[in-house]
Structures are given as C-alpha cells and as structure tokens.
C-alpha cells in the first residue's frame, strides 16, 4: 500500500521482528496535520510494537525495519540512534501511555515531572517559567487546585488524574504528533469520558496529530475521523470511521462489528463471536493472516493478498464483504 505525501507521519513497509519471528509485517499509513486516527485491533495484532516503534522503544531483542517520517525531522525514525530520538521524543512526538503508575517517576512531583519535558528540549527559558507553564498545563487537562496538584507526588492522586498529568506532560511542547496507547482503559466510564473529551479539545488546540491506539469500537467513534484496522501483525482494512464501520469491507472488521452490536443475539441471548482464537504473536498463517478464522476463506487465501483501494480507503482481502475488489 502507497502512502499520502504532505503529511504529519509517514509510514511505509514497516516491519518488526523478534528474531526470526515476525510481529509487524509491511505496515505503511500516513497521517495528516491536525487529523485524528484510531488504530484498532486485539491484543496482539502489533498496535503498541507499532507505536514503540516510532519512539525507538521497542523491548530487547525487537527490531524495527522499514521507514517512518516525521514532519519536520530529518531523519527516518526508524534506525535512528538514541541521541536523534531524544530530541524527537516529547518535543516533535509525545505518548500517552496505558499505565501512568510506570510511566510517571514516583518519586518526583507532578510539576516537576512536567517542567522537566519542556526544560529538556529549552521550551521554557528558566526552571521557574517552566514551573509556571506546568501548572498551567495542569490547569488546562482541568485537574483540581493545580498548584496543589503540582506538589503532589504520583501516588496521592486517583488513577484519572494521573492520565491527566500524562497528557499535560505529553502536550507541554506543542507536538505535531500525540499517540495515545489505550489511555483510557483501567478508567470507569465518566472519567474515561472525560479524558477522550479532553484529548479531542487539546489536541485540537494546537493542530496536533493523533494516533490512538484501542480496542474499543466505541472509543473510536468518538475520537477519531479515520480508522486503521490491525489483524496479525498486518493492517487489513482503512478508511474513514463511519464509512468503515458502516460498511465494512475485510471480514474481520465484519466480525469485530457484529461481536460489538448488542441488538444481534443468538437464540440463547448471546453475542456473536469471531470463531476461534487469536494466534501468539509469529504464529499467525502465511498468506492472509485471518483466513485460519474467517468465514469466507478459500485455498486462494494460502497467498497474501494485495491492497485494493487508495491509502485512504482500502482493504487486504481476496473475498471482501460486499462482493468484489
């Protein structure tokens, strides 16, 4: 699949391998300045090895090869050593993590911890100005008393006002990229209500990108205006969420739909599954990587199929939902 050019991050034939065993196979997306992108899968399908991949963080012993391009760096992202990432990472590309209890220093203020990301990369002429900005940006992701908050240290806040202090740290210097990795999962429902509500508001603010990682329907209908769908390792379906998700065209993207549709339940009151489970990362079959699940597989389907449609709009699938290519 070709990429868009003029955007924010391009992607193009990334691939990630533990070893021989592959994770990530020809992944390749673009996104542009200001847009918001969901990245969907299960557990497994590579969305967070694909999102480690563009910080340079990927665990030991994983590898990234291919090519990411950030706007405005002049390097590719990937093979870039640690010294050329340091100064992309929190400055041109931020991320929000699932967990902020290891994500944060525990012994280290909360404003500190902000103040810190903008004096690293001299966005903030003097430790006290830096200080000020973090409160203020501790003000804006709307957490109580900021100056207050500001002294607290990570455990003496609730798991929401954590992630909360995770985005103002992630947006203190402006990125044109935030990627969110399921920020909002280990939160009930209000709170994680208002997190989304606050991530579309900042983001927005500043004209950032967003790529945000879930594996929630639900979450990316709310957020997010195009949608990547990941399957083994693969992205076999993109384009435009209501479009997608109104007419989906890879069978996967059928199933996890019809799985999330409360209304269509069995005779015994249950909800339709995908049929088998999901394969260990590297165990998934050659040729398309779902036909070892799918409905619609034939002995074609042994052979990788290539991408029909444009980067905007496309699917990996020999027999689409829908009929035809």
């Not at 020809?26 to 090895?49: Q, T």
Request: with cysteine; charged share 20%.
């Amino acid at each position: 699949m070709s990429v868009l050019t003029g955007s924010v991050l391009t992607v193009d034939a990334l691939r990630i391998d533990a070893g021989a065993i592959p994770l990530v196979r020809d992944v390749s997306f673009a996104i542009g300045p200001g847009e918001r992108v969901g990245l969907i899968g299960e557990s497994g399908s590579g969305k967070s090895l694909t999102a480690l991949s563009l910080l340079g963080l990927l665990p030991e012993g994983v590898r990234a090869s291919g090519s990411a391009r950030l706007d405005g760096v002049p390097g590719d992202l990937v093979g870039a050593d640690e010294r050329e990432l340091s100064k992309v990472r929190g400055k041109r590309v931020s991320m929000v993590f699932q967990e902020p209890m290891t994500a944060l220093n525990p012994v280290m203020r909360v404003g500190d911890q902000v103040a810190e990301v903008m004096l690293l990369h001299r966005t903030q002429p003097s430790r006290a100005r830096a200080l000020a900005a973090a409160v203020d940006l501790l003000d804006r992701v709307r957490l109580p008393e900021p100056k207050a908050t500001a002294r607290a240290y990570p455990h003496q806040l609730s798991g929401g006002q954590r992630q909360r202090v995770m985005l103002a740290i992630a947006l203190a210097n402006d990125p044109a990229l935030l990627i969110c990795d399921e920020p909002t999962t280990a939160l009930d429902v209000t709170v994680q209500a208002q997190m989304l509500e606050l991530i579309v508001e900042l983001t927005a603010e500043r004209d950032s990108a967003l790529l945000f990682i879930t594996h929630d329907l639900a979450v990316v209908a709310t957020v997010c205006e195009r949608v990547l769908v990941m399957y083994g390792g693969r992205v076999v379906e993109s384009g435009d969420v209501y479009e997608v998700f109104t007419a989906p065209r890879h069978p996967y993207t059928d199933g996890l739909l019809a799985a999330s549709d409360l209304s269509a339940v069995d005779e015994r009151g249950r909800l339709r599954t995908i049929p088998g489970v999901v394969p260990g990362g590297g165990e998934f079959p050659d040729g398309c990587v779902f036909r070892n699940r799918c409905p619609r597989a034939t002995d074609q389907c042994v052979q990788t199929p290539g991408w029909t449609g444009t980067p905007e709009r496309g699917f990996a699938c020999w027999h689409p939902v829908g009929g035809g290519q």
